[in-house]
């Protein structure tokens, strides 16, 4: 019965499979190509664009340092001391940069100021007060950076200037040489323009493609200035250097986000 069984499973399989072996070659010929795809490309990244013009404006401190020298009007020697004052600035800003390279930035910024430095001195001997106060200043400066991405670190330096009041009060009349024939009671006020130079460095970083945040420093040397006081025979030359530390928002103009491949 076995052989008889082995017999039919021979006479029957053997045939299929044979016949399968043979159409096998020609299906695979039937299938389609493989289709080729390239590798994919990576995709271009983006860049922040820190060219154009831009208005902004900042808060900040200033801190000042200041000697003077009093003569009477023929020059004679009176005295001589310094003084430091502190107080709040709030201005804005104006400027335009342009990349000179793909990472390297050039600009230019002008800004103006108000503060509320002021101070006031009372003399040894108790006769007269002396008051100043510097309303303004401003600055024209050139900016030289790098960019990393949407981060700039720069250093700044230019020109600057100051405008101010100087005040003298004659509390009581006095004999003094050089004499003051200014009666008790007497204010004098003079306003003065100084000019100088700055210097100084920030860091500025892109929070979106048109807005911009920065924290600045600035040394400035406003030079000396001269102010004259008739009626009390009275003459005071001083010099007046600043720091300043600010925090600054500017609106940049400027189109999209570019691309880097």
């Known amino acids: 019965m076995n052989k008889i069984m082995n017999k039919f499973i021979a006479s029957a399989f053997i045939p299929a499979l044979a016949a399968i072996s043979l159409a096998a070659p020609a299906c695979a010929a039937d299938l389609p190509a ?13 860049v922040y ?17 200041s000697t003077s020298t009093n003569r009477a009007l023929d020059g004679t020697f009176v005295s001589s001391g310094s003084g430091n004052n502190s107080g709040v600035i709030g201005g804005g800003q104006i400027g335009y940069n342009f990349m000179a390279s793909p990472n390297f930035l050039l600009g230019l910024e002008a ?18 007060i002396h008051s100043s106060k510097l309303d303004d200043f401003g600055t024209a400066r050139g900016r030289a950076g790098f960019t990393v991405d949407n981060w700039l670190f720069y250093g700044t330096g230019g020109f600057a200037w100051s405008e101010g009041t100087e005040s003298r009060t ?15 009671g007497t204010v004098e006020s003079v306003s003065n323009t100084r000019t100088g130079w700055t210097a100084g460095a920030g860091v500025e970083w892109g929070l979106t ?32 250097t600043m720091n300043v530390a600010r925090f600054g928002v500017n609106y940049k103009f400027g189109g999209p986000v570019v691309a880097r491949y």
């Open 49 to 65: 664009d820190w060219s154009g013009f831009y208005i902004g404006g900042n808060i900040g401190g200033a801190w000042d340092s």
């Open 34 to 46: 493989r289709e080729y795809r390239p590798p994919p490309v990576a995709a271009p990244l983006p």
């Open 111 to 128: 800004d103006i100021e108000a503060t509320s430095l002021k101070g006031s001195v009372t003399s040894i001997d108790g006769s007269n």
């Open 209 to 240: 493609q048109n807005w911009t945040a920065r924290v600045e420093y600035l040394y400035l040397d406003l030079g000396s200035a001269t102010s004259v006081f008739p009626l009390s025979n009275r003459q005071e030359t001083s010099s007046l």
């Open 170 to 184: 004659q509390v009581v009349g006095v004999a003094s040489v050089p004499p003051i024939p200014a009666p008790a």
